[in-house]
């Protein structure tokens, strides 16, 4: 087995991995006091832009199998977040959130920003737009590299 030395070119390297891992594991964190789950949660974060999408769209948009985004769907539709409907003409379901789903994800959406709010605070003297730009930077030039 190759030591880290071999592997990462510098520190830095392997504690960005580091640090990326941790961010991963905390999207499993589950507030006590949400009323969604992160998949419910997510699909209502993508269709809280007002256009109802197939569940193809909804899989593309959340980077997961169609089968996995139908289960999601459908446990959200179980618990009355979405609804799905047919659009004349066309073959594919649509799906788009409840009022309850609304409200239910306006509610996990404060409780959010509220930490995100302490957690601003808290990271003082950090300054959050930079730390935005920095995010959206290192995104973008990840998804330019690609899987090689």
Sequence with gaps: MESDEEIWPSTVHRDVVEELLRMRRR???VDPQAILDSSAF???WLLSDGRARTLRE???DLDLEQSTVNRQVNAAMK???VERFQIPECVSWMHRP???GNEAFNHDGRR???RLNRVFADLAPGDPESLLRQLRAFNDAYERQGAR
């Design 79 to 81: 618990r009355g977040f």
């Design 58 to 60: 909804l899989s593309v």
């Design 27 to 29: 999207r499993y964190e």
């Design 42 to 44: 997510q699909i209502l």
């Design 112 to 114: 959010r920003a509220d």
């Design 98 to 100: 409840t009022v309850e």
